[in-house]
């Protein structure tokens, strides 16, 4: 079974930086397509990053070019240049390693609890 703990949330002004971190663990042949989501109060679940077995990423074009997802161990979501709009409760998910990266909610089983994130302006 998959596991996944975010961690790295916080509070910070406009412009700032913060990098959320995400141990996964139980991917079968240690890797799975993994992602991050946020949703802020009052509107739906939106994809903001993907990474897949094979390297490749997508990002919401709301992020593009001030996040960033990696993977070595953990899971990581670098965000710069953050924006009031970035607002949100951030998750980490995973879900199977055969799956192309993206942003759609259902290709991923599993969640983590989330981690909120609150950039002032």
């Known amino acids: 079974q998959v596991q996944l703990v975010e961690s790295g949330g916080g509070s910070v002004q406009s412009g700032g930086s913060l990098r959320l971190s995400c141990v996964v663990s139980g991917c079968p042949y240690s890797f799975c397509l993994a992602g991050w989501f946020r949703q802020a109060p009052g509107k739906e679940r939106e994809g903001v990053a993907s990474?897949?077995?094979?390297g490749d990423t997508i990002y919401a074009d709301s992020v593009k070019g001030r996040f960033t997802i990696s993977q070595d161990n953990t899971l990581y979501l670098q965000m710069n240049t953050l924006k009031p709009e970035d607002t949100a409760m951030y998750y980490c998910?995973?879900?199977?390693?055969?799956?192309?990266?993206?942003?759609?909610?259902?290709?991923?089983?599993?969640w983590g609890q989330g981690t909120q994130v609150t950039v002032s302006s």
């Open positions: 998910a995973a879900g199977p390693s055969w799956v192309a990266a993206t942003l759609e909610g259902s290709e991923y089983n599993s």
């Open positions: 990474l897949d077995r094979d």
